[in-house]
């Protein structure tokens, strides 16, 4: 199985780290760090930049090892930058700051191989039922509200009918009804938000807890 790049990375640093000068590496010992056979080697080795020169032995070629290592890393330096600025423009075509931050943590390939697995999640949740549409949601939120709104407002007034608290009782309790309202309705305002704008607290959701989906 052919190396990743970041093994290749890892091996080649370790060997850099344990280089002796004047040392050499034959063709087969080049193919070997880099994780291919010696035909496709031979191939690649001119996308190296600055390459070494090889020096004949007989019938063998043979490299500077520190010249080597140094210009395979430069050749992963190159590809790992050109691959990072072509996702960074897919995230800016597609708007997003998740992408951006997604980056610092994953390569491109982790990225689009996460994406498929949440699409195929996200399917299988559909088809359980694991999904509300975002309208029936705030219906039932904006009914319920409309409920609790009504029974809070004006609290000390269906406490104390009659006016027999003390007058400072009562405009605490008023006081804290309107303040209990206020949280209600930002926790609700902002789980609807979360749903449509696929901000992070809506992903922190348990999976077994329906979520949310827009229609369409």
Known sequence: MAKTDPQRRVDLAAALASAKPGERWDTQECAAIWGVSKPRFVNKYVEFPDFPDPEKDGNRHLYDKVGVIKSMLAYLDRHQAASLERAKRHAALLGGDEMEEALKRYTPQEIIHLNRLQTEMDQRAI??????????????????FSEISEFMTGLSNKIDPHGKLDPNLRKLIDTNAHSRLLQV?????????DAVDGTPAAKARSARKPRLRRQG
Do not use: D, F, I
Not at 127 to 144: K, N
Not at 185 to 193: C, D, E, G, I
């Open 185 to 193: 309705h930002n926790r609700l305002k902002a789980l609807l938000a």
């Open 127 to 144: 088809a359980q039922g694991l999904y509300v549409p975002v309208t029936e949601v705030s219906a039932v939120a904006g009914a319920v």
